[in-house]
Structure formats: C-alpha cells, structure tokens
C-alpha cells in the first residue's frame, strides 16, 4: 500500500514562485511515470504536467514556460516548479503516480492511475 503525500503549497503573490514536491512511502517505489494534477473550486481536476517512463515532459498550455516538472535520477521523489504565478493557478495540487502513457493521434497523453495524493493547496494572490 503505497501513500503518496504532496507538499510546498502555500499563498504567494502573483508573479511568485513555489516548488510543490510528492514523495511515496515506501522505500523502493518508483515514479516510472507520474502526473500533476490540479483542481480549482467549480472545476474539473486538470493534467498539469506529466513525465514519461523515458523522462519526456509534457504540460498544458496554461502552464508551459512557467512550470517545470523534475524527478530526480532514483525516481523516488518528483516536484513542480512554478513561476510566475497567476491567480488562476490557484487550486488543489495533486500527483499521480504509474499511469500510462500513451501516444495518440493528439500527442502523448497521461491516463491517471488510482494512486493519489490528498492533494496541497495553492493560492495565488492578485
């Protein structure tokens, strides 16, 4: 039974910067692929940003340039950079872990697995 747990959500000012972090509970588990997810209050939970089995990156549009996804080279602990904030990056930040990835017509698409974090609250302030 692995346990993911988020951390590193706080309130900052627009145009700041967090780093959210996710990490799993037990020793030897990998993020071979994972996901950051967000959920704003009214709206449906959205794909951040993922990473591949391979380490390709992939974000959304309302976030490229700004964010950056990592996972470290033991693939035990992964992590969102986020600058530049905006208040509509305000919402629930939740990491994914193990979901495949695939290729479509559209592009690489990450399909969420059933393995959650509780998520961490982001607040961006005008």
């Known amino acids: 039974q692995v346990q993911l747990v988020e951390s590193g959500g706080g309130l900052v000012q627009a145009g700041g910067s967090l780093r959210l972090s996710c990490a799993a509970s037990?020793?030897?588990?990998?993020?071979?692929?994972m996901g950051w997810y967000r959920q704003a209050p009214g709206k449906q939970r959205e794909l951040v940003a993922f990473?591949?089995?391979?380490?390709?990156?992939n974000y959304a549009d309302s976030v490229k340039g700004r964010f950056t996804v990592s996972r470290n080279s033991d693939k035990n602990t992964v992590s969102l950079e986020m600058t530049s904030l905006k208040p509509e990056d305000t919402a629930v930040y939740y990491c994914?872990?193990?979901?495949?990835?695939?290729?479509?017509?559209?592009?690489?698409?990450?399909?969420?697995?059933?393995?959650w974090g509780q998520g961490t609250q982001v607040t961006v302030s005008s």
């Open positions: 990473i591949s089995r391979g380490g390709t990156r």
């Open positions: 994914n872990a193990g979901g495949p990835v695939s290729y479509l017509s559209s592009g690489y698409v990450y399909t969420p697995s059933g393995l």
């Open positions: 037990g020793s030897a588990f990998r993020f071979n692929t």
